[in-house]
Structure formats: structure tokens, C-alpha cells
């Protein structure tokens, strides 16, 4: 999964919903508890006394797992564990209580109804499908296990408390799904804008970022270690990997000839300016580890950070084997392209040298599907080395 870089927006929210969530559900809870043991013990029912020791253990236990998990950035976890926790020790106290005599059973506690209906503050699925389902478990569970039929009601309840929450839930994500496009759509433009201005300043990297984009998705793919998202998010990091080349010299940039040591220097620093120019750009943040590391080795001997081996982001690593076929599958200043055939033979030159050598197997697996897409792509908006030196000509 892409994490490299987690969004501390997302965490900072995450955080307070769950700060909420604990503050009313311990609140609730004992004030329930209190209430009950207190305003019933003298009135002549047919209903447990007991304290349920197993859940007030597991609501102390719960806090230090909580810290824990937010010092390890892992606090998404935490809600799950803590209700499938308190649902478990529930039925443990509930299930000493009532084996030790002939009770009719009389369960929960006010908090459940707060937990169904405030699943939808999380904004997740999958959450909502545990706390329902937990909580239909237990009751379902104590009437076979009791032979009960006064689990139905709160079964009933449950279901239609469930109904409100998935539809306020529901609700919640179609907003937010709204508010993500219409951000997605300001980000594209300026995505397009930032490449529209790298491929002026050098004409022979039209439509290199789109044509990397296309070649690394399909080996990220190809990995099956990312969702449709992570891979949308990736895409802009494919697109934007050379955005540090603006700060590059014209002169240098389009040079015919070799570069000198000062002038390679110089083109070394592309990948360390682009970093650090979308830094703080908004829904940019995981793609820092791509712009700043596609120029890497496997072996070390890359730049700018001289990173080895697995030290360098994985995904860095695909958008480097992508990067090194479009250019050596395109035209540049100083040569003509090579073919895609002898772009093969390169990088498979380069596997565990150049190259994560488990990527270049699985390079290998899907390069007909980048000779296809190579084969059907428009090259007629592209210049070639010849079409350099006429323009050189000309402007002389």
C-alpha cells in the first residue's frame, strides 16, 4: 500500500473524531452503569446486579493501546480494536452472569445506540459494517445461547438505528466525494499547467511526463500493491517528476553536445528543486518521495541523496525504469531515439545495478504492453535531433 508519506490532515481528523467517540462512549457508559446499579437495586426485578468487571478492564486497558497507536501514526486502528474489544469482554462478563442462574436477559447499555449512530462521523464503511455487525452478533448470540426471545427487540432496534446511521453515513461521503472532485479537477489544471511550462522550455520532453504516467501505472499495477486511488495519486507524481527542470538553464537544458561536470551538476539539482516546490502544495504531499528520488540507483551510485537498494521509495523506483525507457525511446538534442528493442537490452543491463531487480522482472512480463502503447502513440508533435539542428539553423 502507498504510505510513504501519510497524510497528516487525515490523522489530525482521524485523531479528534476518536477523542469525541472515547469521550462520549466512557461518559455514556458510566453514567449508564451508575444509574443502573443504583435506581434499580431496590426495586424487586428480575435483573442482574452484577458489575461487568471484564468491560470495565478492557475500557482501562483500551487507553495505553491508544497512546501506543498514536505515536506509531497507526490511530486508524485503534477504533476497530477498541469496539470489537468492548463487544467481546461484553459477552464474556454477560455470559458469567447469566450461566449462573435463571434470569431473563435484560442487556445493553446506552452507549450501544451512541456507537451505531456514531459511526458515520468516521466516514467509513467498513467501521460501520463492525460496530452493526458486532452488536447484532451479541444479542443473536445470547438468544440461542439463552434460548431468549428478548434479544429480538434490541435486534430491531440495532437494524433501524443502523438504517438512520448508513443514511446520514451515506450522506457524509457523497459530500465529500463532491468536495474531492472539484478539488482532483483544480489540481489536474494545475498539474497541466505546471507540465505545459516544463515542455516549453524544452520541446524534446513533450509528452514525456504523460507517456512515463502511462509506462510506471501499468508496472505499478502490475505489482498489485495499490488500490485505484493510490495508483490516482501516483499519477500525478508520474506526472510531475521533472517539475525541478524549470530551474535548469535553457542553455544547459537543450544542449547538442555532452555536458561538462559543473553543467551535469546543475542538472542534478532537478529532482531536489522540484521537492521542494511542491512541498506545500495540498494533495501533492506523496508525491515529494517520487520527484525527489526517480533518479536514484539500485546500486547507490544515483543522486541526489546517493539512496541503495530498498532505501529508495518504491515507487521512486518504478518511475525510474519508466523515466529510462520514454528517454531512450524518444528523441533528444544530442541523439535520435533508440529503438524500443534496444531499450530492453538496456534496462535489463541495468537490473540490480541501475534497476530494483524484482521491478525489472515484472518489466519484462508487461514491456509488450509498452511497445503497444510506444507504437500507437502521436509522435508527430514531437522533435526529433534533426529537427533540432534545423531550428538551430534557422535561428542563427
Same mark, same amino acid.
Given at each position: ?197 516544463? =515542455? ?5 520532453? $513533450?509528452?514525456? !511526463?504523460?507517456?512515463? +504516467?502511462?509506462? #510506471?501505472? &501499468?508496472?505499478? *499495477? ?59 502544495v495540498k494533495g501533492l504531499e ?11 540507483r539500485w546500486d547507490g551510485k ?7 537498494? =530498498? ?5 521512486? $523506483?518504478?518511475? !525510474?525504469?519508466?523515466? +529510462?525507457?520514454? #528517454?531512450? &525511446?524518444?528523441? *533528444? ?38 511497445v503497444q502503447y510506444h507504437q ?21
Amino acid at each position: 500500500m502507498y504510505n510513504e508519506k501519510i497524510n497528516q490532515t487525515l490523522i489530525y481528523e482521524e485523531q479528534r473524531a476518536l477523542k469525541w467517540f472515547l469521550v462520549l462512549f466512557y461518559t455514556v457508559y458510566l453514567i449508564y452503569e451508575v444509574f443502573y446499579h443504583s435506581f434499580y437495586k431496590n426495586i424487586d426485578l428480575n435483573l442482574p446486579r452484577e458489575i461487568n468487571y471484564w468491560v470495565y478492564i478492557w475500557l482501562f486497558i483500551a487507553l495505553p493501546i491508544f497512546i501506543l497507536l498514536k505515536k506509531k501514526e497507526k490511530i486508524y486502528k485503534f477504533k476497530y480494536v477498541f469496539i470489537i474489544g468492548y463487544f467481546l469482554t461484553s459477552i464474556m462478563s454477560e455470559v458469567s452472569i447469566y450461566s449462573k442462574g435463571n434470569l431473563e436477559y435484560q442487556s445493553g447499555n446506552a452507549v450501544e445506540i451512541i456507537a451505531v449512530l456514531f459511526t458515520p462521523f468516521f466516514v467509513n464503511t467498513r467501521f460501520f459494517r463492525v460496530v452493526t455487525g458486532t452488536l447484532i452478533f451479541k444479542y443473536a448470540f445470547f438468544g440461542f445461547y439463552l434460548d431468549s426471545e428478548n434479544t429480538i427487540g434490541p435486534i430491531v432496534l440495532v437494524l433501524i438505528l443502523s438504517g438512520i446511521a448508513y443514511l446520514i453515513l451515506v450522506r457524509f461521503q457523497s459530500y465529500l466525494k463532491t468536495i474531492k472532485e472539484s478539488y482532483d479537477y483544480q489540481l489536474q489544471g494545475i498539474v497541466k499547467g505546471v507540465i505545459a511550462t516544463i =515542455e516549453l522550455k524544452d520541446p524534446y520532453t $513533450r509528452g514525456h !511526463s504523460e507517456r512515463v +504516467a502511462h509506462y #510506471a501505472q &501499468t508496472l505499478a *499495477r502490475e505489482t498489485g500493491r495499490f488500490s485505484q486511488e493510490e495508483l490516482s495519486a501516483f499519477n500525478y507524481s508520474c506526472l510531475l517528476h521533472d517539475i525541478g527542470k524549470v530551474n535548469i538553464p535553457d542553455s544547459i537544458l537543450m544542449k547538442p553536445g555532452k555536458l561538462s561536470k559543473g553543467e551535469f551538476d546543475i542538472i542534478k539539482t532537478h529532482p531536489s528543486v522540484g521537492a521542494e516546490a511542491i512541498l506545500k502544495v495540498k494533495g501533492l504531499e506523496s508525491s515529494i518521495a517520487v520527484i525527489m528520488s526517480h533518479h536514484e540507483r539500485w546500486d547507490g551510485k544515483g543522486y541526489p541523496e546517493n539512496l541503495k537498494g =530498498e532505501s529508495i521509495p518504491f515507487l521512486a $523506483r518504478v518511475v !525510474s525504469i519508466a523515466d +529510462a525507457f520514454d #528517454a531512450m &525511446t524518444s528523441s *533528444r538534442s544530442y541523439r535520435n531515439a533508440l529503438s524500443v528493442d534496444e531499450a530492453y537490452a538496456r534496462i535489463i543491463d541495468g537490473q540490480g545495478s541501475q534497476f530494483d531487480p524484482q521491478l525489472v522482472e515484472m518489466f519484462k512480463k508487461i514491456f509488450p504492453k509498452w511497445v503497444q502503447y510506444h507504437q500507437s502513440y502521436d509522435w508527430s508533435t514531437t522533435l526529433s535531433s534533426e529537427d533540432y539542428k534545423n531550428r538551430e539553423e534557422v535561428t542563427v
